[in-house]
């Protein structure tokens, strides 16, 4: 699985957005609470899932799935005579045996005419506690039916801030009342709401092959796990397919779309490859989905072990309740990704790309081998974190990966900072649905890089295929990973996992160097935090034009490493492959840093100089040359952040900087640059660029138009305005919000149902981008009620939203514009001033309401 914040508005929540959330999320964490006592063992295996099969017909207008399941079992290892199943608030019919004789998978037709037994049994609207007819031994398999109604929406349940719902089963838009959504539906099943829709084991380390019949009607396309068995037309008009999955796999796996959706198809070897997405979409199937087959193929190479599955179809649905989803075959993605050739244009950190390789990695790790409990949930979500960079060096190279990798680091160390730190492998947690955090996935795939730089690529990869082989279909945990790596490299890895995997924290390097005896370089190395670290680590030394690498291991909480150098080293790069998660203070001078941008190779060298540099680029010339010639660098991320650094109130930098600026505004291939330069450019306020933001209002890019707008608005609001109006039929991406802050500025009351209209129309995390912009105009305008009710429709939304890092955002927001119209009316007239006071106060109100629905 993977959840995400939409770029658009993840920029703006990231400096404010962490500082509120301190309070709340170490609250949380405290081992004051409770529940943080309880260890999460393993669940115990009593009975084992052998093959599930489900008939199922849905009412619309109920919000009812009617099911038919059965369930075929045998005792893991001890005689039972009873069976506990997972079945959450759903009316139960009946229970009864199947006399299938022996048979492990008996066929449909045996299931349908063999005799049933009534079983005793007890119901508490979570569990079915079955007494079974005698005591069965771990040799003998057995067949359950349960007739049963699924009832989702009336099911009361929690979710998480990377599951915000965990209702299992979803109806999309069913009554058609509303015409710019379609009619779907589909399921959600980890963590555990898969035993919302049908009955089952619903833990982890069972796994079973299945069997999915969806009735429906014939004008909808079904999805589902496994191969498409049969098609049969019913007499009532209606269709019923049938869903096959031979191989084995964990009930929060399964998973059923239905909809009217296009299919487009394309292969991968002798395998279905298929994209199910909105019609008006099909055209842009390939333009999303299509690096899927070269994917397979890169993976299955990597891991040396091939796509193991019978088909692999991705589908794009509305409303969903996080990213995506990894089901067995068939994954589920959030409509934000469904773009149209021109906003793939900006998708410039790749999200698209990351969320796909993200959830096809995971057909390895998560549904072929598959983590025993949710503590050990690292062994599915920290390898496809990982996959994400492995992807993006194979496809983009390697500047683009660590890139990534980069962003991916400071979004855990960011919530390590405030929310506090965990154990990767953890026992003991408020509940399983907060193991999705940054811990599990970005530190987790940190630490995979730094495993695969330790014992190098070839052992890793070989690891990796020996744990696959070993644990295929089988429930696995970190150890398991432990023992591959040690059987490959013949070394004892304890040390590794024991600091990584059940330890947290990690290191804070002060680095000092001593050039003061001659032939020798001196690093000074200090661990900082309260706990000390093995380190490994390369040391790369820059001296009489020659690079020498050196390594080393850092095992004391201080420590000095002497090397012999024929001069003073011109750079001494700690950490030269640049692999480690820590935080590091490096004392050394700027001549370093422009040496390392000229000589050091990887991104993060690059990347360390630059920033150097541009914090001095007004003071000292070699450092304005090392940024002036950034400005060119080979990989776009690090031309953008240079642009974006540039400090064009000095003159000598804007000089220099100025034909290189126009140029790339120009004529740089990447729209992030493009963008970059234009933004700069636009705040120089200077009328002359007004022809060049003109033309570039013509832009393909959503994200240079809308930067472009956004300039020429600073010259002229009201020719901007005008543009924005002629521009609004084709708005989608940032030039929406480059529109909404032109709309925002002018303050004209005329165009809040714009921002409404993009509020309404927006979907899944998409909406709270727009809620933000529609706050911007609201803090503008003075017709209360235009401002209630936008705000009472933004409330709405965020608490529907269900995530506290929003809420708090939210709330941020909301209280600023509060305390503006009371500023204001404190000024106006008594008319005025009655409205303001009323604008301010409802929303406080609307503050305290999401301030409230957060502690629900």
Known sequence: MQHHFQKSWRILLTGLLFATLTAGAQAQSSQEDPALKIYRATPTKINNLVHTKLDVKFDYAKRYLYGKAWIV????????????????????????????????????????????????????????????????????????????????????????????????????????????????????????????????????????????????????????????????????????????????????????????????????????????????????????????????????????????????????????????????????????????????????????????????????????????????????????????????????????????????????????????????VRFHYHDKENMFDQVSYQKGGRILHMLRNYVGDEAFFKALNLYLKQNAFKATESHHLRLAMEEVTGEDMNWFFNQWYFGQGYPELDVRYDYSQAGTAKVILKQTGDKVFDLPMSIDIYAGGKKERHNIRLTEKADTFSFTVSSKPDFINVDADKVLILKKTDRRDLNSYVFQYKNAPQYLDRREAIEACLKQQTSNPAARATVIAAMKDPYEGLRSLTIGGLKLDNNEIKTAAMPILLDLAKNDKHSQVRAAALKQLGRLKDSSYAPLFEAALKDRSYLVEGTALNALAELDIKKAYSLAKAMEKDAKGLLSSGIANVYAKNGDVSDVPYFAKQLEESTGQEKIGAAIMYLNILANVNDTELVTKGIDQIVDVVTGFNNSWVNNYVINLLTPIAEKKRKEAATADATLKAELTKQADHATKAAQKIKDSSKE
Request: proline share 4%.
């Open 73 to 424: 079992l045998k005792p893991h290892f001890y005689p039972t005579d009873s069976l506990t199943l997972d079945a959450k608030g759903m009316d139960v019919k009946q229970v009864s045996l199947v006399q299938t004789g022996s048979s492990a998978k008996p066929t449909e037709l045996l299931l349908r005419t063999a005799k049933q037994t009534p079983l005793k049994y007890e119901y508490d609207g979570q569990q079915i506690r079955v007494q079974l007819n005698k005591t069965y031994k771990n040799t003998e398999s057995y067949t359950v039916f349960v007739e049963y109604t699924a009832k989702p929406d009336e099911l009361e349940v929690k979710g998480s801030n990377a599951i915000t719902d965990a209702k299992g089963l979803y109806f999309i838009n069913p009554d058609g009342k509303d015409p710019k959504k379609p009619i779907q539906i589909w399921t959600q099943g980890e963590t555990e709401a898969s035993s919302v829709w049908f009955p089952t084991i619903d833990k982890t380390n069972q796994k079973t092959t299945s069997e999915i019949s969806m009735t429906v009607e014939k004008k909808y396309v079904t999805l589902s796990n496994g191969r498409l068995s049969a098609q049969k037309n019913n007499a009532d008009g209606t269709r019923t397919d049938t869903w096959r999955m031979d191989l084995p796999h964990a009930p929060y796996l399964f998973m059923m779309a239905v909809g009217d959706f296009a299919v487009v198809k394309d292969k991968w070897r002798d395998k279905q490859v298929n994209y199910y997405v909105e019609k008006e979409y099909a055209p842009h199937a390939k333009a999303i989905f299509g690096n899927t087959p070269e994917m397979m193929t890169f993976f299955s190479k990597l891991l040396g072990y091939d796509y193991p599955w019978v088909k692999y179809s991705q589908i794009v649905v509305r409303d969903y309740v996080s990213g995506a989803m990894e089901n067995t075959t068939a994954t589920i993605h959030g409509d934000f990704l469904q773009k149209t050739d021109r906003e793939l244009l900006d998708d410039d950190d790749r999200l698209g790309e990351s969320v796909i390789a993200h959830e096809l990695f995971h057909h390895w790790f998560g549904d072929l081998a598959t983590c025993e409990s949710w503590s050990n949930l690292t062994m599915n979500e920290s390898f496809a974190d990982y996959s994400e960079y492995l992807w993006f060096e194979h496809k983009f190279g390697k500047d683009a990966a660590d890139e990534h990798a980069y962003n991916a680091l400071n979004s855990y160390l960011e919530m390590a900072e405030f929310q506090g730190d965990r154990h990767l």
